[in-house]
């Protein structure tokens, strides 16, 4: 399941101030929990840059030992 920002939104009842265009959190707790959702965001991204790399890294391995037999 992908959670986009709207359904963030929607499930910590956050309210987005059009006028400063930031959110309006006023529970520490809740503030928290974004930050807590921001970083597994964070590290789900890392974590597909990464297995790309190595993605890449296995092709180049495989391409090489193809061609070396």
């Not at 006028?19 to 529970?27: F, G, H, Q, T, W």
């Amino acid at each position: 399941m992908t959670m986009n920002e709207r359904s963030i939104n929607t499930l910590f009842g956050l309210v987005l101030d059009p006028i400063e265009n930031v959110y309006d959190i006023k529970d520490r707790k809740k503030l928290s929990e974004i930050q807590r959702i921001v970083r597994i965001f964070n590290i789900t991204e890392k974590q597909r840059e990464m297995s790309g790399e190595i993605s890449a890294r296995a092709l180049v391995a495989f391409k090489m030992l193809v061609s070396n037999n």
